[in-house]
């Protein structure tokens, strides 16, 4: 018996050994500054992990104006055009991880990604945060899976 085992496990090992890697693709948005220590999204097979992103104006560093809930349609505006530049759309999010500035704020946030998204909606989860980048609102990061 611990004979078959040893075989057993060696044949997985060498199995495992044998399976080719999984492609990974780095994305970064053009418009972002060079000196910016992160991609836009990796790709790892059909997988697409999104950086976390605030409501910055389309080619820009400035937050839209407006709060969190300008903040929040513009995170969606940029997810787009990244996810785009991948082949992807909104539809392929599954998960989003969601940090608020203010808890308070939690429904202006939630009317702003409710409208954002197609009607199935990703899974979700929304935490409170004590300060995020350059003063924003709102942060998202998402998880998405080509189809």
Request: proline share 4%; aromatic share 6%.
């Amino acid at each position: 018996m611990i004979k078959f085992i040893g075989v057993a496990f060696i044949g997985i090992a060498l199995a495992a050994c044998g399976s080719e890697p999984t492609s990974r693709s780095f994305d970064r948005d053009p418009s972002l500054p060079a000196d910016l220590p992160f991609s836009s999204a990796v790709v790892v097979g059909d997988t697409i992990y999104l950086s976390g992103s605030i409501g910055r104006e389309a080619g820009g560093m400035a937050l839209v104006e407006g709060g969190v809930g300008a903040q929040t349609r513009q995170i969606f505006e940029n997810y787009r055009a990244t996810l785009a530049r991948l082949d992807s759309d909104l539809t392929d999010i599954v998960k989003c991880t969601v940090f608020l500035d203010d808890m308070s704020r939690y429904a202006e946030m939630n009317t702003a990604y409710a409208a954002a998204l197609p009607a199935d909606k990703p899974a979700r989860s929304t935490v409170g945060a004590d300060g995020l980048a350059l003063g924003a609102a709102v942060e998202i990061e998402c998880l998405a899976i080509r189809k």
